[in-house]
């Protein structure tokens, strides 16, 4: 004989976590998205010296040699080479999980698609990075070389200029994977094409403070370098939530998915 369904309040409460379930899922994230940092972290270790030769090639290449001025700077920068390169191993493992973790607050179709643009989220922070240190390193470095040159010596210092070179790859990398993550907040109908479209002022605003955080000067030449790829994408990004967009129907508790399997007739 079948077991008799609870009222409607009893399967809402027995179908939601409580908030030391939540905090105990959030502690089982922490620790994979740690272990993987650290993991990655160690591989890369192995790798410093052709990864230090690989990022300070743009320096080279405009006719300059970093230097350390400090007894330390060489083992600062072994790290933060190692860390940086650890994260970029660890991305696949931080972004399962963040989603993992996010998901029992999504429909089932929300979810599938959220798995689906996982290969598309990694494979365009790699396009953005390889942006970043083809075409706009080599112009922010030329730029930064060459300004009042035959005044002042330029002699940029390692620590510095690593900052620099993982600042501007990293954050341009994030910042290119802005389309396919508001393809699915517009799918979710959480965003739409005429709620970004009417914010484009200040979207723009934000983007020049973004721009000024991730470059280390405020010339007008370096802010336009990375201004102008995120402005085309922010806007690239309207465009595409005009297409997908699909308003979201609230999340109704009481119907007959969403009661346990066990007070199911």
């Given amino acids: 004989m079948s077991q008799s369904r609870p009222s ?22 922490l620790i994979w998205v740690v272990s993987a940092l650290v993991v990655g972290t160690l591989i890369s270790m192995l790798f410093v010296s052709p990864l230090l030769q690989f990022i300070l090639r743009p320096l080279t290449e405009a006719g300059a040699q970093p230097m350390a001025i400090g007894p330390t700077d060489t083992i600062g920068v072994f790290f933060r080479v190692s860390f940086a390169a650890g994260a970029v191993l660890a991305m696949p493992v931080i972004v399962y999980h963040v989603i993992a973790f996010v998901s029992p607050g999504l429909y089932p179709h929300e979810k599938r698609n959220l798995l689906l643009i996982l290969p598309g989220i ?3 922070f790699v396009i953005g990075a390889l942006f970043a240190y083809f075409i706009l390193l080599p112009a922010a470095v030329g ?18 200029y ?29 965003v739409s094409g005429p709620q970004l479209m009417r914010y484009w002022r200040h979207s723009i605003v934000v983007i020049a403070i973004i721009a000024a955080a991730i470059t280390p000067t405020v ?22 939530a005009y ?17 346990p399997p066990e007070y199911r007739e």
């Fill in 243 to 259: 297409l997908v967009y699909r308003p979201r129907a609230p999340r109704d508790f009481s119907k007959e998915d969403f009661i």
């Fill in 143 to 160: 730029f930064l070389q060459g300004f009042l040159g035959d005044i002042i010596a330029q002699e940029w210092t390692i620590d510095r």
């Fill in 8 to 29: 409607t309040y009893e399967p809402i409460e027995e179908s939601r976590m409580t908030l030391i379930d939540h905090l105990r899922e959030l502690r089982m994230r």
């Fill in 219 to 240: 010339d007008p030449v370096n802010m336009t370098l990375v201004m102008a790829p995120l402005i085309a994408l922010y806007f690239g990004s309207v465009g595409i």
């Fill in 162 to 190: 690593i900052g620099f070179v993982t600042r501007i790859v990293f954050w341009i990398g994030v910042a290119f994977e802005m389309p396919l993550v508001i393809a699915f907040l517009a799918r979710a109908g959480i």
């Fill in 122 to 124: 990694m494979v365009l």
